[in-house]
């Protein structure tokens, strides 16, 4: 079983105590590392992983699997290519391909609208050259997608985590009760600490071309985006200096309500030990209400 987390970690142990706080209001907190619940209806779907896992450094093969449900971990859930059952309906994934043998590796936003009783299967699709060497210019070439494994066609669109290569870009709404959702960023004494809003529905936030969604190099991390009232599948980019993540979720949007993504690098006792985690909620800014309950993403050395 691949040791999946919801954020990888490059951080030295000095960066990591050096960075400041930021003040988040006392609200209910999910479970620390809270993982997903199989789906409960009658007529749930099943998603899954694929690929081959034989891979050497001589001959490379490449996985691509689901990391996240709606910000509820699967890790634990059992090998890659099990099914997880998902209620029908729309889901915000984090889903990601590794190269076996080899370098390539990445995380993608997808939103599904599972429909009841159908099978999924997360697909890899390389639409570069004939090596996989791990380069930027490489990486650009991996595409995921969803398919449905009992039609063979695609559920959602194919998405590469590399902005020069994605022309499924998020159109803001232009619905006069659309509400509005942003990130935040905090200057700190090493740097600019952030969270922002990475892809809405499956389609990522227009930035700087050439960059993946886990690291743009972004001036405008709390820029707005314009949604439509009604259930949204949300990833947000979490960067903390070298601490980089994504976490997904869904939100059910109230017209013309201002939500804002709020996030911070804090300290928990987990059995008897002090780990850091990255703490995130949403707020709705018109009511002053939490509408994404605040969870604790573990951070792993």
Do not use: W
Not at 88 to 94: F, K, M, Q
Not at 171 to 184: E, H, M, P, V, Y
């Amino acid at each position: 079983m691949l040791n999946i987390r919801f954020v990888r970690i490059c951080a030295l142990f000095a960066l990591l105590g050096a960075c400041a706080r930021v003040d988040i209001k006392n609200v209910p907190q999910a479970n620390l590392g809270d993982t997903y619940v199989v789906g409960t209806s009658s007529q749930h779907a099943t998603i899954k992983g694929s690929g081959d896992t034989s891979g050497t450094m001589l001959s490379p093969t490449m996985i691509a699997y689901l990391v996240s449900i709606d910000g509820k971990n699967v890790k634990g859930r059992g090998d890659i290519f099990d099914p997880v059952q998902i209620d029908p309906g729309i889901h915000s994934l984090l889903v990601a391909y590794r190269s076996i043998g080899g370098a390539s590796h990445g995380f993608v936003p997808l939103m599904l609208d599972a429909k009841p009783g159908a099978a999924y299967v997360v697909k890899e699709e390389y639409q570069g050259g004939f090596l996989r060497l791990g380069t930027a210019e490489d990486v650009t070439n991996e595409y995921m997608y969803i398919e449905d494994e009992k039609t063979g066609l695609a559920a959602t669109d194919k998405v590469t985590d590399t902005l020069r290569r994605n022309t499924n870009m998020y159109i803001q709404s232009t619905d006069k009760s659309a509400a509005t959702l942003r990130g935040i960023k905090m200057e700190k004494l090493l740097g600019s600490n952030a969270c922002f809003i990475a892809a809405i529905d499956g389609r990522f936030m227009p930035t700087i071309e050439g960059q993946t969604f886990l690291d743009h190099d972004r001036s405008d991390f709390d820029a707005v985006a314009k949604i439509a009232p009604g259930r949204h599948a949300v990833a947000v980019s979490i960067d903390f200096g070298n601490i980089k993540g994504a976490y997904p979720f869904l939100l059910d949007a109230t017209p013309n309500a201002s939500y804002v993504v709020k996030c911070d690098l804090v300290d928990r006792q987990i059995n008897g030990k002090l780990n850091a985690t990255i703490n995130i909620l949403v707020e709705n800014e018109t009511t002053h209400t939490v509408a994404v309950p605040a969870i604790d993403l573990p951070i792993e050395f």
